[in-house]
């Protein structure tokens, strides 16, 4: 059974910066796709980063380019954020996401499996 796992969530104040982390297990996921999607209530998911294979090419949405960093580890099971200059309309539940293939996708139908999502709340 694949789990995915965040951490890292928190409270902090605007300009600050925070480090996501997303740990899969049940399979292995070096050569598949994973990502981080974000959303607020009453707005659908919307996709943030996402990683085609463990060193592999990243993608960004605009709104976080040149501020969040996506990685993996070299065994390819743990996806990671790295949140920087973090502002209020940051603020939401952070979701990991992971796909069966190496392609990045931005729509959350294309993801296979998902986290269950960590709170990030950007405020002064």
């Known amino acids: 059974q694949v789990q995915l796992e965040e951490s890292g969530g928190g409270l902090v104040q605007p300009g600050a910066s925070l480090r996501l982390s997303c740990i899969a297990s049940g399979r292995n996921f070096s050569r598949a796709a994973m990502a981080w999607f974000r959303q607020t209530p009453g707005s659908q998911r919307e996709f943030v980063a996402a990683?085609?294979?463990?060193?592999?090419?990243?993608n960004y949405a605009d709104a976080v380019k040149g501020r969040f960093t996506v990685s993996r580890d070299n065994a390819g099971n743990s996806l990671y954020l790295q949140m920087g200059s973090l502002k209020a309309e940051d603020t939401a539940v952070y979701y990991c996401?992971?796909?069966?293939?190496?392609?990045?996708?931005?729509?959350?139908?294309?993801?296979?499996?998902w986290g269950q999502g960590t709170r990030v709340d950007v405020s002064s």
């Open positions: 990683s085609a294979w463990a060193s592999g090419p990243t």
């Open positions: 996401a992971a796909r069966d293939l190496p392609v990045v996708q931005v729509h959350t139908r294309m993801y296979d499996y």
